[in-house]
Nanobody
């Protein structure tokens, strides 16, 4: 079983930055993909960014140029650096470990005020 602990959410003004962290209970390089998803009120959960064990990263078009996913292998932690935040980025952000299994974190609230 993989445990994921997220942190770093909060309230920020538009144009500000936040960094989310997701610590895993296993060797992060043993997980095929680590992902960040978000779910805004009344909307479906959407994939924001992903990083594969080999290091390839992808981000959604809606956050391209503003969000960056990275990881610290020694800390078994994946990060989501969010810059130039917009009110439409307001959502609960979830970390996901995806391999032949799926594990989700508990979610962390990000609120961007205008």
């Amino acid at each position: 079983q993989v445990q994921l602990v997220e942190s770093g959410g909060g309230l920020v003004q538009a144009g500000g930055s936040l960094r989310l962290s997701c610590a895993t209970s296993v060797n992060i390089l043993s997980i095929n993909a680590m992902e960040w998803h978000r779910q805004a009120p009344g909307k479906q959960r959407e994939l924001v960014a992903e990083i594969y064990s080999g290091g390839i990263t992808r981000v959604a078009d809606s956050v391209e140029g503003r969000f960056t996913i990275s990881r610290d292998n020694a800390k078994n932690t994946v990060y989501l650096q969010m810059n130039s935040l917009k009110p439409e980025d307001t959502a609960v952000y979830y970390c996901r470990a995806h391999d032949y299994y799926d594990y989700w974190g508990q979610g962390t609230q990000v609120t961007v005020s205008s």
